[in-house]
Every structure is written in structure tokens, then in C-alpha cells.
């Protein structure tokens, strides 16, 4: 059984469910693939200029509100970050050069460089930090996520994406590519990959 997550670095939920997916997911004896990708295309595609959250105040004033409270709630740090949303592609580039094992570390350390310390992803320097915390040489990495083929992976990974219907970001995908989207849908996300049904009294 696996559950592939799919997820923006630029996501202020992806960023909730990183830091949760693998507790949660080992209790319930799921397997998870940590699935980089980029929301630009997608929102570009169905015809959004930036983030769908922002588009009106109130919106966006909630998000942050409900980042905020439940990060709190889970004891994880939270610092709105300066720019939002972020260009993620180094990022995704350097998570995807990562072998699946380094691949969830690396992430975590990302995700909490944007919304724990509220720094810019787009920035390299700031790449190669998550990338020293995660125990892994930056320098490598970085060169790794330069070559020809992982700029290819990354774009195939926004195709598969937009093939499989994917809208936003966190994406939970089952096996049998049923999708449920954001962190509040994960517990129904590996119910439903160890049962094909949601979980009781859900």
C-alpha cells in the first residue's frame, strides 16, 4: 500500500502535511511517496493570476488565521512569509534530484525555512541551507537539480499531475488514483488506501 503526496513547497497547507504525513501515516501502515510539483502551470491553466487564496482579502486573511491556529495546535512554528506564494522550482528541482529516501527530510527542512522562519525558497542560498539540514551536501545537490534530466522530471511531474486531475496542493493519490485534496483529507486519504472506503463515522 502507498500513498503518493503530492505538493508545492510554495503550499502554505503542503506545509502542515509534511509535517504530519509520516507519523500518521506509519500508524496506519501506509507507505508514502513524497511527490514534488509545481501549482503555477495548473492555476495558469484554469485561469487564475497567483494563488486561488488570495484572490479575495477576507480569503486570504482566513488562510492565514487557520495556518497559523492549527500549526499552534500541532506544536510546529508558523511565520508568514515574505514573498506568497513563492517560486518553488529550485526546490522541487532539489527534492527531486533526492533519492525517495532523502526526498522527505529535505522537505520538511524546506517547508520549515518558508513557514516557520518565513524565508524565500526561491532563493538558492536558502535552498542549500534546508538542503545542509537535511545532512546532505548542497553543493551536490544543487548540481544535481541543474541537470537537463530533473528539469525534465519536473516538468513530467506537472503533466502527471494535470492528468490525474490534481487542482491544489496537498494532493493525497491512492493506488487507485482515488485524490483527496488538503491536509484535513489526509486521515480519509490512507483509510481509503488500506480499505477503499472512508473511515468509520467519517
Known sequence: ?????????????????????????EKAKVQVVWQPFLLGPIFIDAGYNGSP????????????????RRAAHR????????????????AARAA????ARDRPAFSRAAFMRIFAKGENIAEAA?????????????EVVLAAAGKPEVK????ESVETAKSLGIFG???????????????DRLEDAL???????????G
Open 1 to 25: 500500500m502507498a500513498l503518493t503526496f503530492w505538493y508545492d513547497f510554495s503550499s502554505s497547507y503542503s506545509y502542515l502535511a509534511a509535517m504530519r504525513i509520516e507519523a500518521v501515516a
Open 53 to 68: 487564496n488570495l484572490m479575495a482579502p477576507a480569503k486570504a486573511a482566513y488562510m492565514w488565521t487557520d495556518i497559523a
Open 75 to 90: 506544536g510546529h512554528p508558523f511565520k508568514e512569509p515574505t514573498p506568497f506564494p513563492q517560486k518553488s522550482v529550485l
Open 96 to 99: 527531486l534530484a533526492l533519492p
Open 126 to 138: 536558502v535552498v542549500a541551507a534546508a538542503i545542509a539540514e537535511a545532512g546532505l551536501d548542497p
Open 152 to 155: 525534465a522530471a519536473l516538468r
Open 169 to 183: 496542493a496537498p494532493t493525497f493519490v491512492t493506488t487507485d488514483e482515488a485524490l483527496f485534496w488538503g491536509d
Open 191 to 201: 483509510a481509503w488506501e488500506k480499505t477503499g472506503s472512508l473511515p468509520a463515522g
